[in-house]
């Protein structure tokens, strides 16, 4: 007599792959999973899509409205403002990838040290974590600004280095539950080296939440590089970038708002994409939230 | 008498952050290429005046003796003068200051008001449409930019509706409601992140509140729900509230008065970077690490009226 | 003489994201007035649901449903404010994790005054020198002092004696034990239960005393429920379901209860796990784990029968011969 037998007390079965690839087709990944492509590839194929160069300048047509000439209108220079955000694209681009791709080259490998081995190196590595949490990116770029002058190599390292205490936390945490797992035990005790353990147990389980997390982080980088650019610490003119061109239309919020308003939706878009999409695939690919 | 020794270890550390803070600021300054007195005079600049310009901010001695005779004039309350317009720089930001924590102030203000109730409704409605509508509104938040959003507040009551002002500040001495009309905005786009963050941390901290043991006991000795929730539950959960969001005020506080063109002391920062202003840059980051130590020894001193077992233990 | 809590039929289903779950299953229940009844069964089986069912304490995802009479009324047709009445007036509660159950912001006596002043509409010092009483009664020493004092500084027994002056504090006429001494060292484990009987003994409090051990039941209960997959299978007094009891299961429970003096080499142990039910049993839910079964038992379900005065057990096959 088996425990199927017994009317209404079958366990529930274990989530097949097919339900699991079911829920990645759920309307909200599909539209943000569309609007974070569409934004990658908008930025990758600038030059090929855009209709003018971002700084031509045509004053004969300085502040003019959408026509067919120019899709969205130009700017206070005459510049096409369509060209402009779709370039403006390559610089969120670049430095959401690259500030969030320099967080987690220096903060897997603490994350994954600390949690790992523990002892004194983990509690000190903890602690400066807690301080350096809080710490804003913003005075970061200011102080590296200050030295080096303001650029946006130097704006992506200050939002790459802010960022680094959040993903040392998650990976230090993510590492601190794995280690207690049976099967990295059972790896420790069996005398596996311990860069194996790491490498071949350790490491492929914290892919899933590095990716969830890296999801998160793009966006927060994102809006810091258009914060950056706003106050003129990011990209210099007349390298466009989303934060830049709000700036400079501030003077004419009232006679062209469509300059200000144009940026904002596209930084917004992308930025609630990325966060959407964040939340959906730490939804998936959490084991506990499995079953 | 853990609570003595857990103040001075508090305070220990605190010296010895402002001490670190202060040695990364003059040795961030001071590390500058080429010599800061031509930097401040100019290429062109003749002898004398560069001798001159040696002397008042005392270039030419050794790196360590000027590092002295900055922290003791500090102590002092004396930072030197502003290269820009050779005003004291004490002063000024004795000027400014207050402006930018009125502004935080208000900042802070609106978004308890508005997010200490947004968490408990959401917490306790939770998986209904308004926990949906309320997690959805926080989410937007979150994915816009504070200075969007000030761009956006301003061509909506500023522009098109003409009830507050775009810019600009009056002083509360001078014109109390003129000073008001000023900041609300600002003061809501600031808030407006931290309301976001705040709902969220309130609302999980709630439900972790709701779901535990001592609330079931609560419900089982015939409390009403008033009771449990706001008495119980919200002041377990309020300990996440009260938390560091200084990093997120100061920047946020720098770009708001970039916004809004309001002289604060988040702006002298800014503009003091552009300029080049040293003096200046040394005294905001000084007095800013300053502000961030005192204010993480106010939140612990804060956490400990709330929880007894901090108080008891001594540690956090 | 009426019953002080007279349950019928009483079933719970919960609704959870894989379908549904019956907690319990048409269980039916009496307590006298002054009678300790022993709840018992192992993790899962539904004893903590039904007690808390009654009273309404349980999630929204769960559908009551049967009769609970209490006092001439209902239990299970009640507002909620008419229940509130009830909760720490009429009935109260302790739970078994004493330290996290009282809450850490708040100091003993303010826990134990809140439903005094509650209930009782007493005025703050009143409140405050009943509660010293109160605290005297449990056997807590220096009662006054440990007043003004946190949770986290008292130790589990005390706790656990603070949740019971909180209890008592309105004098109920029933006292609901949810495994109040798993959580406690063994020594202070009986000076509570000591304390329970001495209660009962005082104030004439019915109790209903849920636990999975064995060993605490024989202490000071009067009688026995044993419960299994959210159905009652046996009850008993308590002399007679050790001495002779009739369910298999009942048996398993006992033998696997370790006694000093005999060596073993394995403790005894009931194969196999309890099941989670989808809906009501259909048969008897202990088959697959029964030494005893034959194919009425996948068959039918097998209901509570009267096999000696005031000894019913619901089986097709039980245990005549006593242990």
């Known amino acids: ?291 | ?316 | 003489m009426s019953a002080l809590l007279d349950v019928r039929g009483l079933s719970v289903q919960f609704a959870s994201s894989h379908g549904r779950v019956q907690a319990v299953d048409d269980v039916s229940l009496t307590v006298g007035a002054g009678e300790i009844v022993g709840l018992v069964g192992e993790s899962g089986c539904g004893k903590s649901v039904a007690t808390m069912s009654l009273l309404r304490l349980l999630p929204p995802t769960a559908t009551v449903s049967g009769e609970a009479w209490f006092e001439g009324t209902n239990l299970l047709v009640q507002s909620p404010r008419q229940l509130r009445a009830v909760r720490g007036r009429k009935v109260s509660f302790i739970f078994q994790e004493p330290m996290s159950s009282l809450n850490p912001l708040f100091t003993i006596g303010e826990q134990i005054t809140e439903v005094m002043r509650k209930h009782l509409g007493l005025s703050r010092r009143e409140a405050r020198r009943r509660a010293v009483n109160l605290l005297e009664t449990v056997r807590i020493a220096d009662p006054a002092r440990r007043l003004s004092e946190y949770p986290h500084q008292l130790s589990g027994g005390m706790c656990q004696r603070a949740m019971i002056a909180m209890a008592i504090a309105c004098q109920p006429k029933l006292l609901i034990a949810d495994e109040p001494t798993t959580a406690l060292d063994v020594t202070i484990q009986t000076e509570v239960l000591d304390l329970l009987r001495d209660l009962r003994d005082e104030l004439g409090m019915a109790v209903i005393l849920i636990t999975h051990n064995l060993g605490v039941v024989a202490d000071i209960v009067d009688r026995v429920c044993v419960m299994y997959a959210g159905r009652k299978i046996e009850e008993a007094p308590v002399g007679e379901i050790f001495r002779a009891s009739h369910h298999p299961y009942t048996r398993g429970l006992i033998a696997a209860v370790p006694r000093l003096g005999n060596r073993v080499d394995r403790l005894e142990e009931i194969p196999g796990h309890v099941p989670v039910m989808h809906g009501p049993a259909s048969m008897c839910s202990f088959a697959p784990r029964c030494p005893r079964a034959a194919d009425d038992c996948v068959e039918y379900r097998p209901e509570l029968e009267p096999l000696e005065r005031n000894h019913t057990a619901a089986c097709f096959h039980p245990y005549q011969a006593p242990v």
């Open chain 2, 1 to 316: 008498m853990a609570l003595a020794g857990w103040i001075l270890r508090r305070l220990t550390s605190a010296v010895i952050v402002l001490f670190l803070a202060s040695l990364l600021v003059f040795a961030g300054v001071h590390a500058l290429p080429g010599n800061a007195a031509y930097a401040l005079g100019g290429v062109e600049a003749s002898p004398e005046s560069i001798r001159a310009i040696e002397q008042e901010y005392g270039l030419g001695k050794p790196l360590p003796v000027q590092y002295f005779r900055w922290i003791e004039n500090a102590v002092q309350g004396n930072l030197s003068r502003s290269l820009e317009n050779r005003l004291p720089v004490a002063r000024t930001i004795g000027e400014r200051l207050p402006i930018t924590l009125e502004l935080a102030g208000l900042a802070v203000l609106f978004a308890l008001v508005l997010g200490v109730p947004a968490g408990v409704v959401a917490a306790t409605s939770r998986g209904s449409a308004v926990d949906y509508v309320g997690t959805g509104v926080a989410l937007t938040a979150l994915s816009i930019p504070h200075f969007a959003l000030g761009l956006l507040f301003i061509l909506l009551f500023a522009v098109h509706w003409h009830v507050l002002p775009a810019s600009g500040y009056v002083a509360f001495s001078h014109d109390p409601l003129g000073n008001l009309q000023h900041m609300l905005l600002p003061a809501l786009v600031l808030g407006s992140g931290l309301w976001a963050v705040m709902m969220r941390q309130l609302r999980s901290a709630m439900l972790e509140s709701l779901g535990s043991d001592y609330i079931r006991t609560a419900r089982a000795k015939g409390l009403g729900v008033l009771s449990v929730v706001f008495k119980h539950a919200l002041r377990n959960s309020l300990i996440t509230v009260v938390g560091l969001y200084l990093g997120a005020l100061i920047s946020g506080a720098v770009v708001t008065e970039q916004v809004f063109l309001i002289p604060g002391f988040g702006k002298l920062m800014l503009d003091s970077v552009f300029a080049r202003d040293y003096p200046v840059i040394e005294g905001v980051v000084l007095v800013s690490a300053a502000g961030y130590v005192a204010v993480n020894m106010a939140v612990d001193v804060v956490y400990t009226l709330i929880d007894p077992r901090i108080r008891a233990s001594g540690k956090t």
């Open chain 1, 1 to 291: 007599m088996s425990a199927t037998d017994i009317a209404g007390s079958t366990i529930a079965p274990e989530p097949t792959r097919s339900r699991r690839l079911a829920f990645l087709r759920r309307p909200v990944i599909l539209a943000s999973g569309t609007v974070v492509a569409a934004f990658i590839v908008v930025a990758a194929l600038a030059p090929a899509i855009a209709p003018y160069s971002p700084s031509a300048t045509d004053f004969t047509a300085v502040l003019a409205p959408p026509s067919g000439r120019h899709l969205l209108g130009t700017d206070d220079l005459g510049r096409d403002v369509l060209s402009r955000l779709i370039y403006g694209a390559r610089a969120s681009q670049e430095a959401g990838v690259l500030a969030t791709a320099i967080a987690l080259a220096v903060a897997v490998p603490v994350g994954l040290v600390a949690g790992f081995f523990r002892g004194r190196l983990d509690a000190t590595i903890a602690r400066l974590i807690d301080v350096m949490l809080a710490f804003p990116s913003l005075v970061l770029a200011v102080a590296l600004s200050a030295i080096f002058g303001p650029s946006l190599t130097n704006a992506t390292l200050a939002l790459g280095i802010a960022a680094i205490p959040g993903l040392v936390r998650v990976a230090r945490g993510e590492t601190l539950v794995l280690r207690e797992q049976t099967f990295v035990k059972a790896a420790i005790v069996s005398a596996t080296p311990t860069h194996t353990i790491l490498r071949r147990h350790v490491l492929p389980n914290l892919a899933s939440t590095l990716i969830v997390q890296a999801t998160v982080t793009i966006p927060t980088a994102i809006i810091g590089e258009s914060m950056l650019s706003f106050l003129g610490l990011g990209v210099q003119a007349p390298t466009p970038s989303w934060g830049s061109m709000l700036s400079a239309a501030e003077p004419y919020i009232a006679s062209a708002p469509r300059l200000i308003l144009l940026p904002i939706a596209a930084i917004f878009a992308v930025t609630l994409s990325y966060n959407l999409l964040g939340d959906a695939l730490r939804d998936a690919l959490d084991p506990r939230l499995r079953l």
